[in-house]
């Protein structure tokens, strides 16, 4: 069996969530057979400038051929297109101009895709918002399994994806919320998907003491991982920690990890430590008292798994349909909406250790059960199986002519986006209910 | 393989969340979200400026109204020195130049015209660039104008809400404050006059009533009743008989003239009038705990101390009221 992973940038040095998560399952899945990665010569995401040398070259043991990009990222032309499909009435024409705009475009990638799709069993594309995906997955519809991870903002509204999302022979999921919004946005209930999200390599052996030893910290702290950036909440994160700071008997310091692109309040008791390897992340991660998740956007948090597999309770943004469906499903994280429910579960769990050690309990069980790595082998194999019985559904419709490309007929992205439902999902055993 | 369930453990987050919300509701009075705030802005925004054509989303709309701004590209001209004479023919360019100076002698000196035009090709494209540069801080300014009022008018809504809550607490908490009051008094008169069973034993009629509306009793008894003469004797109680009284001014007059007062007892028996004001002037006080129990016998048997004072202020014959009856008596 060969397995195409097709993914908008590729390699150790290369940090993002969906592209992390492709090197995983490239890795995982090569236990089973042949795994090539296709990708582009990028490395930055902003830009999508070639950086990387084309063609052929061994990465972890993988096979990755690296294709080049037509042109880079204008960020003023993106910016008109963007604001032109998100927030006003427009045509099919303009979305595939803001797909243009957005890339990494290379029709290199995409030829290679459609000459050669043939060769591969199934191909699996990341991402479905950029270029590669979208055309790379209708030059290999029969072989396209697409991993979305798609997030709650206005991308998801755009009309060029409702057929994608259709099109393709399968979806793997991140998270039940996921799932539900894209049957919500394009109707494709019928496709075979499964919410897989994916799994971690975290360390048995963490050593929380070491951290604390080399870093000079002392005393009960929560930490946050990831990019300290206002995309990711960081802003209101600070905010209601220096809010919190004002309780008189809270006694938790905030530790950062990570780049940061904000200025980090000046406080004793908050401190950045800047990017960290992974042993000092998990080792940092199993001396805190819990992680903090204050993202708007996600698809899955990987670092809230990483700390619910350490046995770590997450404290995480409500707002987030995702997290707040994974904190209440697993029983292992707190959550809020503003700084009073900040403050107030930051309390409860900083002074009852019954509660914070039963989350975390619950967390590393929750992890266990769905997200090690034998459980998503096995679903991704599982679905293999399941396509190859089944057969390949009709070809994928053809892109609409020049007329019906200039007809400006199409909502905002916003405005679908504001229609579609929202709230976590929670099952409960067989029967399952949307709140809203 | 297994889907996503709830793990019936022992703790329940959305119970556990629901218990922090209750408790900041109890904390926090009234809680509304963010998004209940802006509807309740929306609200008041509808209702007072729609009138006049403004919305409620002040931001969205402009932005949405307001197109990404781009210079526009204004003609103009460059007129340089040779640009009279010149041509994409090269023959006709020379001769041009050739005869220029035949130009200048028979008819008329264009210089002076190149330079003219040549200095308003440059004002006209100094005032382009200057006017862009106007008109996009202009519209920095106005996105910021907007924002500023978008914000002041959630915040003002905010503030309102509280100011009514506030209001409502504030509210809450004197009508709370004032029944404490109330509750102390009634405490505090009841634990002081409270006769013990050995004592005293309670009389039948005796209803715990509040001091200071009995302190009031017998000054509203004398002047409102006026018609039920026969209820109370004159200058006395109902159903004393004619030699009680004296009688019993004399038995205060051999009580006052006793040992030494006991200031604490007589302070708080201030309550009720001449016994404090005895306690006061600092002389032997006449209120012994025997008298303080009988004062507050008469008190519960509906007589007071006070109606007990205007008899004596009556015998005295010392009209100036009740603050004067400290002096003889007392002494």
Known sequence: MKVAIVVQRYGPSVNGGAELHARYIARRLARYGEVEVLTTCATDYVTWRNELAPGVEQVDGLTVRRFRVKHERDPRVFGRRQQRVFEQRHSIGDELDWLDAEGPTSPALVDHIAKYAGEYRFCLFFSYRYYHAFYGARAAAERAILIPTAERDATIGLSIFQPFFRSVRALMYNSPEERAMIHAVSGNASVPGVVVGVGS???????????????????????????????????????????????????????????????????????????????????????????????????????????????????????????????????????????????????????????????????????????????????????????????????????????????????????????????????????????? | MPEFNIRSDSVNVEQIMEQIRARI??????????????????????????????????????????????????????????????????????????????????????????????????????YAEREATRESSRRAMDQLYYELIHNLVVELTRTGIEVKNLKMRVESLASRLEFNERRARALESAVVYRPSGDDHPPRPQQTPTPPPIQIQQPYTIQTATPTAPTAQAPGGYAGEGPGQRSRRRRRRRGRRGGGPGQPGQMSQGGQVGQVGQAGQSGQAGAATPQRQIEHSVDERAGGSSDSDDLARLEDDGDPSGPGSDSGPDAQ
């Open chain 2, 25 to 126: 509701r109890e904390k926090r009075g009234v809680d509304y979200t963010e998004e209940q705030i802006r509807e309740l802005a929306a609200v008041k925004l509808e209702k007072f400026l729609d009138p006049r054509g403004i919305r409620s989303d002040l931001l969205d709309q402009f932005r949405k109204a307001m197109p990404a701004y781009e210079p526009p590209v204004l003609p103009n001209y460059s007129f340089e020195a040779d640009t009279l004479f010149d041509s994409h023919r090269g023959v006709i360019r020379f001769f041009r130049k050739l005869f220029h100076p035949f130009l200048k002698l028979f008819l008329f000196n264009p210089n002076p015209l190149i330079q003219a035009l040549n200095i308003q090709a440059r004002l006209n494209t100094m």
């Open chain 1, 201 to 436: 390599d975290v360390p048995t052996n963490s050593q929380p003491g070491r951290f604390r030893q080399k870093y000079n910290v002392r005393g009960p702290f929560g930490v946050y991982v990831g990019r300290i950036d206002q995309n990711k909440g960081c802003n209101e994160l600070f905010e209601f920690f220096e809010n919190y700071l004002k309780e008189p008997h809270g006694k938790l310091s905030l530790v950062l990890i990570g780049n940061s692109l904000l200025p980090i309040p000046k406080h004793p008791r908050i401190r950045h430590l800047g990017f960290l390897s992974d042993a000092d992340k998990f080792d940092a991660m199993a001396a805190a008292d819990l992680l903090f998740m204050p993202s708007y956007y996600e698809s899955l948090s990987m670092v809230a798994l990483e700390a619910w597999a350490l046995g770590r309770p997450v404290l995480a943004n409500g707002k987030c349909d995702v997290l707040k469906g994974q904190c209440i499903r697993s029983n292992a994280g707190l959550y809020y909406e503003n700084s009073s429910e900040f403050v107030e579960t930051l309390k409860a769990i900083e002074q009852n250790r019954w509660l914070s050690g039963t989350l975390g309990r619950n967390g590393r069980q929750f992890f266990r059960e769905h997200y090690d790595w034998p459980v998503i082998e096995r679903k991704y194999l599982d679905m293999f199986d399941r396509l190859q019985k089944e057969t390949p559904r009709g070809t994928v419709d053809a892109l609409p002519g020049w007329f019906e490309r200039r007809r400006q007929e199409l909502p905002a992205a916003e405005e679908v986006l504001s229609k579609l439902p929202t709230g976590p999902i929670i099952q409960r055993q067989s029967d399952s209910r949307r709140r809203a």
